[in-house]
């Protein structure tokens, strides 16, 4: 099962999608095994896409409209977007072992 406890399976909390990366250890919080994530290669490549998927149109919005106001809503929206994206898709492709 994707995002859970490899010893109880226990759901890990969402919220962890946003600190994983390469190294990260997660205690799970019912039995207290440290838990390493494994498939972490697909997070650093949703993150570059999440980065080009705010850059490109909010590159693209600035020269349609040349305002900065409206730019930066855009940006912000899209980032939002894409942050919640990725942590989703991660939540849905991560799997942790025990077992380093
Ligand atoms: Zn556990």
Redesign the pocket.
Known sequence: MNF???????KVPFWETLKIDKNHVTI??????K?YPIRTKSFNWGFFVGFLAVVIPGEITYRLTQSLGYTLIVALSLTITAVFGVALYTYKTTSFTSNF
């Open positions: 859970s406890c490899d010893k109880c399976n226990q799970c919080h019912k039995c207290g095994t838990l």
